[in-house]
């Protein structure tokens, strides 16, 4: 028999803003139920409600015809509503069975009976198809295992309703095809997911319906089966928005950035990178593939000249910039868009114009005989404001009051106005949400066609396969592989992303130039 939970006429206001407006949504036993929105459209909020890390200011919560009192995790847990987050709540110096057992009530007060909770995560695995090592410490697992052990966590305590947040944004294509067995094996058995993504491929893969979230009011409830993605992007953002790039063909320019043979340790003196070479030209995107972790961060450091390069060298046109410092390379023609806008890219308590200028301070129209120009730096950030469709009252806004995707706007904003030859974009879209992405996906594309060099770090391949022309696939810090865009298969890229050589690939039979 189907059982419908409801949230009815949920309304949640926070100082100068109603995060949830009258929100009416039912999920229903079986489903896998998509839950769309740009950020800041009241999601999370919702979700938060639902699991008892927020009190509803008006509305209530049914499960049938049966009023729910979810004050707190524990009672949502109670009620059978589990939520998996996107940064993992786990343990990492804990094992496996330690993680899944914590905060759970004991059979036998004050004694922990493990053999009957490893009897019970037996069957839950049987069930679901969640194996894993319940003695490995989890700081010894990759992501896509630590996710298993949120989900079981979750199964263990009596979920029947599982909330995921950006469930598959550090996962590899072939263990995201495997969560989503999983889950529909799960679902078929009674169970109900809500599905949290910025990813529309996905919603229409694995999702039963959709609920779209904007501005904190819902703007209706769709079959997935029925639905058009254009249609529900718009509904998202409230305007047309492209959910694929206008891409033209164009032959590459000269060499400007070319890594030969780098090699960097990182500070427990491991390989960090091993041996990375190739080059990215003029008027060329060249995507770096890969679960966060495997060298990606060393090798923008390694360019900036943040870290000891340990052999090889980094060339920048003709000129060799390892070596120099960090200052020398950005003045070359370095332009870079950092992993995170909040810890490297911005100074939070500061004014949009005032990161703006930052790198450039000293330098004309912002700074004349060592003072700086005020009026011709408002000016010019005022303008910036309007082409980037930043929202903020003015350039004197502190960004630390702005959106995260307003945010990211400015320093986006920043690197692609400075004198440069190369963007290094890392993560340029991640957390943003879909009117913000398209925005962004645009001006990276620009860079393109003004025959700037890109070198774009993403875990998206969806993005990667967007924007780039060629791709590198890294694993614990060596290229793996590279692939065209004429040429590339997600199966193989993940099996890369998974430290798989693309000649090993080739050998087996994996056509990776088809």
């Not at 003015?394 to 190369?422: C, F, I, W, Y």
Request: charged share 25%; glycine share 8%; net charge negative.
């Amino acid at each position: 028999m189907k059982r419908t939970l409801r949230m009815e006429q949920i309304t949640k206001r926070f100082p100068g803003v109603t995060a949830c407006n009258h929100i009416d949504i039912s999920f229903q036993t079986g489903e896998i139920h998509a839950l769309l929105g740009e950020n800041g459209a009241g999601k999370t909020t919702l979700m938060n409600i639902l699991y008892g890390l927020h009190h509803a200011d008006e509305g209530r919560i049914l499960m049938d015809d049966e009023v729910l009192t979810i004050d707190s995790p524990q009672q949502a847990i109670e009620c059978g509503i589990g939520m998996v987050h996107q940064h993992f709540m786990l343990v990492p110096k804990f094992s496996v069975l330690e993680n899944i057992v914590l905060g759970t009530p004991l059979d036998r007060e004050p004694f922990l009976n493990l053999e009957l909770a490893r009897k019970k995560i037996a069957l839950i695995a049987q069930e679901t198809g969640l194996h894993i090592s319940l003695d490995e410490k989890v700081a010894n697992l990759c992501v896509g295992d630590q996710q298993r052990v949120e989900i079981v966590k979750a199964l263990y305590k009596g979920a029947q309703i599982l909330i995921m947040d950006e469930p598959t944004s550090v996962l590899t294509p072939q263990e995201t095809d495997e969560l989503f067995r999983v889950l529909k094996r799960w679902t078929r058995e009674g169970n109900t997911v809500v599905f949290i993504t910025h990813k529309m491929r996905e919603v229409i893969e694995i999702c039963d319906r959709i609920s779209v979230l904007r501005d904190g009011k819902m703007m209706g409830t769709l079959l997935t089966s029925e639905v058009n993605p254009d249609y529900v992007a718009e509904m998202m953002v409230g305007r047309c928005i492209s959910l694929s790039m206008d891409r033209s063909e164009q032959a590459p320019g000269q060499c400007v950035l070319s890594l030969q043979h780098v090699s960097v340790e990182n500070q427990q003196g491991c390989r960090a990178l091993d041996d990375v070479s190739f080059d990215v030209k003029e008027g060329e995107i060249v995507g770096i593939a890969g679960v966060d972790g495997n060298g990606q961060f060393e090798l923008i450091e390694a360019i900036l000249g943040s870290c000891p390069i340990v052999q090889g060298e980094v060339f920048l046109g003709y000129e060799k910039i390892s070596g120099l410092k960090t200052q020398l390379i950005l003045k070359a023609g370095v332009s870079c868009i950092p992993f995170s806008r909040q810890k490297e890219g911005l100074a939070m308590e500061f004014s949009i114009q005032d990161n703006f200028i930052l790198k450039e301070q000293w330098h004309m129209p912002y700074a004349k005989k060592g003072l700086l120009q005020k009026k011709a730096i408002k000016e010019k950030v005022a303008q910036v404001i309007h082409k980037y469709n930043i929202k903020a009252i003015g350039p004197e806004t502190k960004v630390v009051n702005m959106s995260g995707g307003n945010q990211q706007k400015v320093v986006v904003a920043r690197e692609m106005d400075r004198n440069h030859r190369l963007l290094l974009a890392c993560h340029p879209t991640h957390g943003l949400d879909i009117g913000a992405i398209e925005f962004i996906h645009k001006s990276i594309l620009e860079e393109r066609s003004n025959q700037k060099a890109v070198l774009l770090i993403s875990t998206e391949l969806d993005e990667l396969f967007s924007l780039c022309d060629r791709i590198l696939v890294f694993y614990q810090g060596k290229v793996m592989g590279e692939v065209d865009k004429e040429h590339w298969e997600v199966r193989d890229i993940g099996l890369m992303m998974l430290g798989n050589r693309k000649e090993e690939l080739e050998r087996r039979g994996h056509d990776t130039n088809r």
